[in-house]
Nanobody
């Protein structure tokens, strides 16, 4: 069992930056692929980024590529999402999630993930 708690969301102006953190409990953090998803009001939850178990490989949605960076610190059981050049369309609740299956360089779906945090809201004003 993995419990995930996100933090770092808030209100930021367009062009600004935020760094989200996701702290995981349990001793199996390093054995999970970690991902970030987001859900805007009235829309389905969508993939943002994922990182493999060791942190050596990442994959991004086209909409955030070049602006967002996912990273992890297995010693701290934490995964991060650095978000730069934020746009109003990035406004959403951001969720951290863990996947027990092996790494694959694809856009993960919500159904692929085994554990979820409760989310942290991000609002980007224009």
């Amino acid at each position: 069992q993995v419990q995930l708690v996100e933090s770092g969301g808030g209100l930021v102006q367009a062009g600004g930056s935020l760094r989200l953190s996701c702290a995981a409990s349990g001793r199996t953090f390093s054995s999970n692929v970690m991902g970030w998803f987001r859900q805007a009001p009235g829309k389905e939850r969508e993939f943002v980024a994922a990182i493999n178990r060791g942190g050596s490989d990442t994959y991004y949605a086209d909409s955030v590529k070049g602006r967002f960076t996912i990273s992890r610190d297995n010693g701290k059981n934490t995964v991060y999402l650095q978000m730069n050049s934020l746009k109003p369309e990035d406004t959403a609740v951001y969720y951290c999630a863990a996947d027990r299956t092996g790494w694959r360089r694809v856009e993960l779906t919500p159904g692929d993930m085994d554990y979820w945090g409760k989310g942290t809201p991000v609002t980007v004003s224009s």
